[in-house]
Nanobody, 124 residues
């Protein structure tokens, strides 16, 4: 099993930055693809970004390309989501998830383990 705990959310003004962390624990946590998803009030869950277990492959949702960067430090079993140039429409609860392999990483149903989420609020 893999346990995931997100942190780093908060309130920020538009144009500001936040860095989210996803701490993974479990015997093989560093062998999983990690994805970030977000879901705002009255909205469907949206794919944000994913990173392969090695960090060699990354993939981003169209709405965050050029603004968000995903990275991982396997020595710390932690994945980061650096969010720059934040917009009010980025306001959501952000959750990280773990999946085996690198297939359809933008689909939430491919992920087995999920964290509880961290709230990001961007004020205008």
């Amino acid at each position: 099993q893999v346990q995931l705990v997100e942190s780093g959310g908060g309130l920020v003004q538009a144009g500001g930055s936040l860095r989210l962390s996803c701490a993974a624990s479990g015997r093989t946590a560093d062998s999983y693809t990690i994805g970030w998803f977000r879901q705002g009030p009255w909205k469907e869950r949206e794919f944000v970004a994913a990173i392969s277990w090695s960090g060699g492959s990354t993939y981003y949702g169209d709405s965050v390309k050029g603004r968000f960067t995903i990275s991982r430090d396997n020595a710390k079993n932690t994945v980061y989501l650096q969010m720059n140039s934040l917009k009010p429409e980025d306001t959501s609860e952000y959750s990280c998830a773990a999946a085996r392999g690198w297939i359809a990483v933008d689909r939430s149903n491919g992920y087995t383990y999920w964290g509880r989420g961290t709230q990001v609020t961007v004020s205008s």
